[in-house]
């Protein structure tokens, strides 16, 4: 982790940017098991698994728009400090 730390321009902003993520991620858990949706780890690996699968299929060129958008939206979403509408 340090090394990491050290390979930034700007730890700061890197250990803030960090925290917002788990904040985020917290926040979406606790919607999830709000609407009765339980979080597991086997069910994350399952997921991750579908996803690689999934990924794998795609072009190249696929892949990097849809990476691109979801940057884009959440540049979007942390500039305005509310979710952007969805496209």
Known sequence: ????????PNASAYI??????RMR????????AH???QVTEPG??????RRATV???WPAERYDLVRDRVRQHLRDEESTGSPA???
């Open 16 to 21: 803030t940017e960090a925290v917002r993520d």
């Open 85 to 87: 509408p969805a496209a």
């Open 25 to 32: 991620m917290d926040a979406l858990r606790a919607e999830l």
């Open 55 to 57: 990924e794998a299929q």
């Open 35 to 37: 609407a009765g949706i």
């Open 44 to 49: 994350l690996a399952a997921a991750r698994a």
């Open 1 to 8: 982790m340090a090394d990491t730390l050290a390979e930034q």
